[in-house]
């Protein structure tokens, strides 16, 4: 979604930096290096106020550029991919019908976490999918 937002604003170079040549591809490479370090001190705003204040305590450094945050949050994610699968991964396997108040609740706690496990790179086929769901139900 970020990504998606920083296209928008035509600021995407600002976090991926050949990722779409813009006015502000880099400081060197336009007219008003002034307009870049704004645009990227905005960028870099932005990122900030998007995430948890736990997370932006790991993250903060007031000398970055706003690509340096970005890749230190990008590698704080990816380097806990493996970990947060497995727990994902367990809460999928452990999750029963019993502990929701109907059918509907279950059903979408399920496909929350299938999503996330695809988001981790650990897809949930159709047919896990609907071996968990039964597997959950109760005798009734």
């Known amino acids: ?5 920083c296209r928008a604003y035509l600021v995407i170079d600002h ?3 050949d990722a779409a040549p813009t006015i502000s591809s880099s400081p060197e490479n336009i007219v008003d290096p002034v307009l ?17 204040n736990d997370l932006l305590n790991t993250i903060i450094n007031p000398d970055d550029k706003a690509i340096d945050a970005w ?5 704080f994610f990816q380097n806990n ?18 502990d929701f108040n109907g059918v509907k609740p279950y059903c979408t706690r399920l ?3 299938a999503d996330s496990l ?8 159709d047919n896990r999918m609907a071996f968990q769901l039964l597997k959950g139900l109760s005798e009734d």
């Open 1 to 5: 979604m970020f990504q998606l937002h």
């Open 15 to 17: 976090i991926i930096p």
């Open 36 to 52: 870049w370090q704004r645009l990227d001190d905005i960028v870099r705003q932005w990122i900030y106020s998007t995430i948890s």
């Open 71 to 75: 890749n230190r949050l990008k590698d």
């Open 81 to 98: 991919k493996s970990a947060r699968a497995l727990q994902l991964e367990a809460q999928f396997t452990n999750t029963k019908l019993e």
């Open 111 to 113: 496909k929350v976490l």
């Open 118 to 125: 695809r988001n981790v790179g650990d897809k949930v086929s």
